[in-house]
């Protein structure tokens, strides 16, 4: 829808990104300061390190009608982000739990990466993508550091022709499956 408003103009994709946009925004609470990713029984208030790619919507969308509290929403759950998601070596979190009431985090975990601590290379990609677009909305020099990091990091981890391994830590590299989207959307990142 984006891509069609940017192409056409058509109010009717402007409206459909508002609307998305507010969707997205009734997942935020003040209290956590991060959009809850969805309702797994497994955790209270999972925060997703893929969201990052979706706080482009809630930027946009406060620029362009919607909410101008989208945008700091946006800004808070990526400054968030950085404090809870990233590792010191530059490799993410998939999932933190948070408790809904205090909104201190208690868990850290995975979905879709090896396990817990292990660096999932589209998680990876995905938050590098986020903070270079957040940092393209705020110019927040956190943002452009924490996008540096996840690049040295992601780019650190390639094989020698450049196609990522699926998750970073797998002890069967090479003999592991490969992940081209996580390539597309670093390579994204790297771009913007």
């Not at 482009?56 to 809870?84: C, K, V, Y």
């Amino acid at each position: 829808f984006g891509n069609g408003y940017l192409l056409t103009g058509d109010e009717h994709y402007r409206r459909v990104l508002i609307e998305s946009a507010r969707s997205l925004a009734s997942r935020y609470s003040e209290t956590v300061g991060f959009i809850k990713a969805n309702d797994m029984d497994r955790w209270s208030f999972p925060v997703l390190i893929d969201t990052m790619v979706n706080l482009r919507l809630l930027f946009w969308a406060a620029e362009n009608g919607g909410e101008p509290e989208w945008s700091e929403m946006a800004e808070t759950h990526a400054l968030n982000t950085i404090r809870e998601h990233i590792r010191a070596d530059g490799t993410t979190v998939q999932v933190v739990d948070y408790d809904p009431a205090t909104g201190k985090a208690i868990a850290h975990d995975t979905l879709c990466g090896l396990n817990k601590d292990s660096a999932w290379a589209r998680g990876q990609g995905q938050a590098l993508y986020g903070f270079a677009m957040a940092y393209e909305y705020t110019q927040n020099p956190a943002f452009l550091a924490a996008a540096r990091k996840l690049a040295d990091s992601f780019i650190g981890n390639l094989p020698d022709d450049h196609v990522p391994f699926w998750d970073f830590s797998d002890p069967k590299i090479p003999d592991t499956i490969r992940d081209t989207s996580a390539a597309s959307i670093a390579a994204a990142g790297l771009f913007e």
